[in-house]
């Protein structure tokens, strides 16, 4: 069988066009997965006073602990194709007080923001990962040595239906190309050192960290 993109690239405009039907849901829709989402920014091993990515943010879901780790003394930035989902992000730094939260409206490969960062997370982002003008243009901004965190849906094992058809239904829903969905992480190795992947729901999502090369 053949899925929808399995071989192509990601879509800019299918992607902003997505998330733009899901913005007003997304928030609910990514509800089950926010323990996954603590694991992730705990990877990240961040410190007060250090400046994090959070790359393909959306609607800001990992704001609060992200700064919980960095404190007033770090930074965030929040960089998101989709200007609706933008908006909430905002509405979320505005109610919260943030003020060291740097939002970015740009597809990853265009994103501009002044200085480096210590650590970048992509957390459901698998057209992010599987661009890779877009990887190397965030990871270019990642410090030497500086922490990478990847989360999102992989196939399992042929024999693990079950699980993939979870897989396939989510990703019909959240992704623009399966191209990559076997290891949806494999492009960060060129980046980085100590490549680690451990995979939780049945084999169905992937955790990958690693140190900036």
């Known amino acids: 069988m053949r899925l929808p993109g399995q ?3 990601p879509d800019r405009s299918a992607a902003l066009a997505q ?4 913005a007003p849901l997304y928030d609910r829709e990514l509800a089950p997965f926010e323990p996954l989402r603590a694991v992730a920014v705990g990877k990240l091993a961040l410190r007060p006073g250090q400046c994090v990515i959070d790359a393909g943010c959306g609607t800001g879901l990992s704001f609060e602990l992200l700064h919980g780790r960095v404190g007033r003394r770090g930074r965030i930035v929040g960089i998101d194709l989709c200007p609706e989902m933008l ?8 109610r919260h007080g943030w003020d ?4 970015v409206c740009a597809a990853a490969e265009d994103a501009d923001f002044q200085g480096s960062a210590d650590a970048a997370l992509f957390h459901f982002t698998h057209d992010i990962l599987r661009d890779a003008q877009a990887l190397a243009k965030l990871l270019a901004r990642v410090r030497r040595g500086g922490r990478v ?8 094992p042929p024999w693990m239906w079950p699980t993939n058809g979870f897989v396939l239904l ?5 992704v623009t190309s399966f191209e990559g969905l076997a290891r949806p992480w494999d492009r960060l190795a060129a980046y980085l050192a100590d490549l680690r992947v451990e995979t939780v ?3 169905g999502i992937y955790i990958a960290e690693g140190n900036r090369r």
Do not use: F, M
């Open 201 to 203: 729901l049945a084999g």
């Open 7 to 9: 071989h192509r690239a």
């Open 149 to 156: 965190v990847a989360t999102g849906l992989q196939w399992a």
């Open 19 to 22: 998330y733009r039907r899901r």
């Open 87 to 94: 908006a909430q992000a905002r509405e979320r730094v505005r």
């Open 170 to 174: 989510a990703a019909l829903h959240s």
């Open 100 to 103: 060291n939260v740097e939002l």
